[in-house]
T-cell receptor, first 116, second 115 residues
């Protein structure tokens, strides 16, 4: 059962335009969401996160939007740059009875290609 | 501040052998988590350790085990290796505080190939 889904395996965007990556989740217990970027042969790099008490979080060119009623989040990158070409993973976590215990559930990833 | 380090970076083993992977978290981080990444299954959670105690466990067989030392360094062990264990094993560390969820920072991974 895929609790976190990224339905687009790939996305191609022109340099300078907006990149929008989407993620859906099914588990209503998730209350913290993260986006990671991954280059080949490297571990994922944390980009931005959002708590379920918010609906938007912004950090420079990156903005994450959360729609709890739709169980949907998206990552916007503006403007897109060639260095943004990578695989992007969304991940979700649920507060547990054990304070602070963490388990991230990842989507399958979306390969973003920025064309010059 | 140094990032998460994992050793070795690459490993080749044969079926039936066992393997131990090592992870050193970011200084000051007390939570260490392990993930397996394969092309078919994506990134899957193995287990999480905090203060030398396993607090969370994913759906992997008992052949997969781990431990954490008093300096927060962690090891992961896989016994009786199978071909399907070939994967990138990622370690992530996190700064912990009571009741909070913090971002996890990943190491470069250990690429395990089982032949």
């Amino acid at each position: 059962d895929q609790q976190v889904k990224q339905n687009s395996p790939s996305l191609s965007v022109q340099e300078g335009r907006i990149s929008i990556l989407n993620c859906d989740y099914t588990n209503s217990m998730f209350d913290y969401f993260l986006w990671y970027k991954k280059y080949p042969a490297e571990g994922p790099t944390f980009l931005i996160s959002i708590s379920s008490i918010k609906d938007k979080n912004e950090d420079g060119r990156f903005t994450v939007f959360l729609n709890k009623s739709a169980k949907h989040l998206s990552l916007h990158i503006v403007p897109s740059q060639p260095g943004d070409s990578a695989v992007y993973f969304c991940a979700a976590s649920a507060s547990t009875r054990i304070q602070g215990a963490q388990k991230l559930v990842f989507g399958q990833g979306t390969r973003l290609t920025i064309n010059p | 501040k140094a990032g998460v380090t994992q050793t070795p970076r690459y490993l080749i083993k044969t079926r039936g052998q066992q393997v131990t992977l090592s992870c050193s978290p970011i200084s000051g981080h007390r939570s260490v988590s392990w993930y397996q990444q394969t092309p078919g299954q994506g990134l899957q959670f193995l287990f999480e350790y905090f203060s030398e105690t396993q607090r969370n466990k994913g759906n992997f067989p008992g052949r997969f085990s781990g431990r954490q030392f008093s300096n927060s360094r962690s090891e992961m062990n896989v016994s009786t290796l199978e071909l399907g264990d070939s994967a990138l094993y990622l370690c992530a560390s996190s700064l912990m505080a009571a009741g909070a969820i913090y971002e996890q920072y990943f190491g470069p991974g250990t690429r395990l190939t089982v032949t």
